[in-house]
């Protein structure tokens, strides 16, 4: 675009822009040096704090609760990967087909999920999950699934996948969204000359839709990474990372470590750590999906 | 066979929170007897405690003015950065723009503990006005990135016009340029409000007495009251949930729009 307008002095645009700035500053970035400084002391939030050099990073590079609560993050990151993009997929060539109905009434509706608070999603798959008052194993006697039943949140084993779910069924509207709208960029006249050619359904689906949507797919890719390395509300109220540490995610850890114990130094080194992982592995992948990291 | 598939989907989006919020208006002994049945008649009293005894107007004025005054802010704000980084080429104008859209991937909660010791140090703890600069950072880069890319979209001869008229930066981006970004302004207002009125972590540390508690904050705090009164619980939940759930009916289309175009940029 010509740039006809002729640019205030630079003192004026810095001027205006300074309110972001600052705040930009003043909460992100001060913070982190903040948080860099006391992750060399062993402190605990008073005034006494002892310099211990680079032991807290060297204590995270051995943590297994941390690691631990890593892999959670990567579980729960897979999972979604395959569960949430798969779904919004296929529900977005459903809807997209032509004998669909009430197209306007299943969009609003399956993106509802995603404005609502996570908190409130914890809150709701709580009551899902619920022992007895549940409706999950309500759904499961009635149709004689008695052996199904089980503790959903309580079992070790099983809650990560548990807490998952929620965190699933919230975001497939976005991806729906999203793949509803590359769908509609397809030009209906190559699935004519397919349907010339002879192929059907799936056969469609797989040599037309999924390659033309490839680069919408990378983008959700992305997204479902740098999205599930910030997971905590819904976790929070459902388990707290419990039981024990099993459904513990960074983000809880970081919590726990620096407002359940006190020791705001290691907490502030395992901040540290979360960002420096979380940024890597968004990055990686950006690097990987053959995508420019920024603009 | 298809459309059933795809209602059943539908049903299991929508279920749960029709559910919930018929089921507020069981008592508890109804609702243990049997989860899924509708309310025999319609019992307010789950309601009333959750005012009366869980006090939750008072969250919920507490978020109405922080995300009030985060909301005016952030948009504000994001105007400003919006317009100045799209229309004008300058020294450090891609690293800034980098630097605000980096604001969308960065895991903030990385920010949860550090952020706490700076507002400790700082004195700015349990303070509703402090939360709002949390608030208006992470809501800013969406705004400014709708912003950015709208004004792209417009012409710069109105703006020409006006200075040719004589009127300076000011007026004209306030009497000009802000009319003309009316609809893209109406949809950073919305996403800024869900964002803000959802906000949970940064709400849980910043803010420790329970008179300055927002919702989300609030209704943790009110659930550990009521663990095993399941109807009052889920009085409290739709009572958290009533202004989301209106403000996505009336503009679902904007909020769909609005948060997809942020998503694929991001």
Known sequence: MEKKLQSPKWTTIYGFLLPGILLYLFIVLVPLAVAVYFSFFKWSGGLNKDFIGLHNYVQLLQDRKFWFSFRNNLIITLLSIVGQLGIAFALAVVLQSRWIRFREFH????FLPVVLPAVVVGFIWNLIYSQHYGILNGLLDSLHLEGWIRPWLDNPKIVIYSVTVPIIWQWIGLYLIIFLAALQNIPEEIYEAAEIDGATGLRKVFSITLPLMYNTLKVAVMLCISGNMKIFDSIYVMTGGGPGISSTVMAQYAYTTSFGQFSFGYGSAISIGMIIISLGLILLSRRLMGGRAFE | ???LIVVAFSLTCIFP????????????????LNIVSLPVSL????????????????YLWNSAYVSAVSVLLTVLIGFVTGYFLSRYRFRGRNVLYTMFLFGMI???YGLLVPL?????NLNMLDNRLSLVLPEVTF???????????????????M??????????????MARVVFPMCGPVLSTCIILSFLNIWNEFPFALILINSQELKTIPVGLTHFAGTFTVNYPQLMAGINVAIMPVILVYLIFYKRIIQGMVAGAVKS
């Not at chain 2, 929170?17 to 243990?32: A, C, G, N, P």
């Not at chain 2, 706490?116 to 400790?120: A, G, Q």
């Not at chain 2, 703006?159 to 004209?172: F, P, Q």
């Open chain 1, 107 to 110: 969009r609003t509706v399956l």
């Open chain 2, 1 to 3: 066979m298809t459309n």
């Open chain 2, 17 to 32: 929170i029709i559910w919930i919020m018929y089921s507020s208006f069981k008592t508890q002994h109804e609702f243990e």
């Open chain 2, 43 to 58: 019992y307010f009293e789950n309601y009333v405690s959750a005012f009366s005894v869980g006090k939750l107007h008072k």
């Open chain 2, 106 to 108: 960065i895991p903030v």
């Open chain 2, 116 to 120: 706490f010791i700076e507002f400790r």
């Open chain 2, 139 to 157: 809501a800013l880069p969406l705004v400014i990135f709708l912003i950015e890319s709208f004004v792209k979209g417009i012409p710069t001869e």
């Open chain 2, 159 to 172: 703006e020409e016009a006006a200075y040719v008229d004589g009127a300076n930066l000011v007026t004209t």
